[in-house]
């Protein structure tokens, strides 16, 4: 059964305080690997798909990085706008399959 | 480009009722995914559409079903409703090609009470 663990579960961040949130997973097969931001009361917004391991993908003061058995999102200089709950998910398996594994998410919160 | 569009945004039933969700996919989009967000488990697949017929199904009870119009928009069924069900239901498009990775674009959901 495909597995995904996120850590930490909660994060406290000054602003400007770089840190890195950390999605580890176990799966079969790994077609790819998708970070999403949710804010409260919102849908998951997508940022990054990852499909192999040493890829990396950027988007203003975030970073996604993939090795085989675990995922990155760097934030560097976080902005209080940046609080939010990040989700990870796997992508697995052969054929046409949509089915994605959710991590827990990582709430994170940047103060000013 | 329009986003996910699901209705209502709340919803508050009783144990025993049953309740049905819509969701309109993006435009274009014919693959329409459902997802069950609780705060204990997170978010976890419930099934998959792709012109009109279930490509995929999660591990959830029979109670829970869905169907696909002709037009992509999706409707999502629970009957006989529990206090468990209580949750955010996630609604997610994407073109759904065969094999294709493309993210998943999720609605804003339809928050369900059971009492």
């Known amino acids: 059964e495909d597995q995904v663990t996120q850590s930490p579960e909660a994060l406290r961040l000054q602003e400007g305080e770089s840190s890195s949130l950390n999605c580890s997973y176990t799966?079969?097969?790994?077609?790819?690997l998708f970070w999403y931001r949710q804010d409260p009361g919102k849908g998951p917004e997508f940022l990054f798909t990852?499909?192999?391991a040493g890829e990396e993908k950027e988007k203003e003061r975030l970073k996604a990085t993939l090795t085989k058995k675990e995922s990155f999102l760097h934030i560097t200089a976080p902005k209080p706008e940046d609080s939010a709950t990040y989700l990870c998910?796997?992508?697995?398996?052969?054929?046409?399959?949509?089915?994605?594994?959710f991590g827990k998410g990582t709430l994170l919160t940047v103060n000013p | 480009k329009a986003g996910v569009t699901q209705t209502p945004r709340y919803l508050i039933k009783t144990r025993g009722q049953q309740v049905t969700l819509s969701c309109s996919p993006i435009?274009?989009?014919?693959?329409v995914s459902w997802y069950q967000q609780t705060p204990g488990q997170g978010l976890q697949f419930l099934f998959e559409?792709?012109?009109?017929?279930?490509?995929n199904k999660g591990n959830f009870p029979g109670r829970f079903s869905g169907r696909q119009f002709s037009n992509s928009r999706s409707e999502m069924n629970v009957s006989t409703l529990e206090l468990g069900d209580s949750a955010l239901y996630l609604c997610?498009?994407?073109?759904?090609?065969?094999?294709?990775?493309?993210?998943?674009?999720f609605g804003n959901g339809t928050r369900l009470t059971v009492t």
């Open positions: 997610a498009s994407s073109p759904g090609n065969s094999f294709d990775n493309s993210p998943l674009h």
């Open positions: 799966v079969s097969g790994l077609r790819g």
């Open positions: 990852l499909y192999s």
């Open positions: 998910a796997v992508q697995a398996g052969g054929g046409s399959n949509y089915k994605l594994t």
């Open positions: 435009s274009g989009h014919r693959s």
């Open positions: 559409y792709f012109s009109e017929t279930q490509r």
